[in-house]
C-alpha cells in the first residue's frame, strides 16, 4: 500500500471501516485492528539465554499480515462468506486486489472429540 495512490489507500480504508459496521450491524463483529508494517520475531534462546529476535523476513511467513477481524458468526460456511467479501477489497484504480485470507477458528470455542455436536 505504501506504493499506492493516496485516493487508493483511503477507499481500501473506507472499506475496512464499512466491514466492520457490517459486521456491528450483524452482531458478529468482536473486534479487530490494523497492524503496522514493522514486526519482530521471538523465540525462546534457551535458561540462560535472553529472547531470540529477528525482524525476519521468515521464508514460512513471507507475507504481512496487516490486520485482522475477529467475528461470531454461527457456522464456519458464514465466515468464509465474510473473508470472501473481505477479500474483495479494492486496491489500485478501485479494482479488487483478491487478497487470500486466512480463515481460523478460536481455539477455546473449538469442538473437540469429547464435546457434544
Known amino acids: 500500500m505504501d506504493e499506492w495512490a493516496p485516493e487508493d489507500v483511503e477507499a481500501h480504508i473506507a472499506f475496512q471501516r464499512h466491514v466492520r459496521k457490517l459486521l456491528e450491524e450483524n452482531g458478529e463483529y ?24 529477528t525482524d525476519g523476513p521468515l ?15 454461527e457456522s464456519h460456511e458464514r465466515a468464509l462468506e465474510l473473508a470472501a467479501y473481505v477479500s474483495s ?12 485470507l486466512e480463515v481460523r477458528e478460536v481455539m477455546s470455542g473449538a469442538k473437540s472429540d469429547d464435546s457434544p455436536a
Open 30 to 53: 468482536v473486534g479487530g485492528e490494523a497492524l503496522t508494517p514493522a514486526r519482530t520475531w521471538v523465540r525462546y534462546g534457551g535458561p540462560d539465554a535472553a529472547p531470540v529476535t
Open 59 to 73: 521464508p514460512e511467513t513471507s507475507d504481512l499480515v496487516a490486520g485482522w477481524f475477529m467475528i461470531d458468526v
Open 89 to 100: 477489497e479494492p486496491g489500485p484504480a478501485g479494482e479488487p486486489i483478491y487478497e487470500w
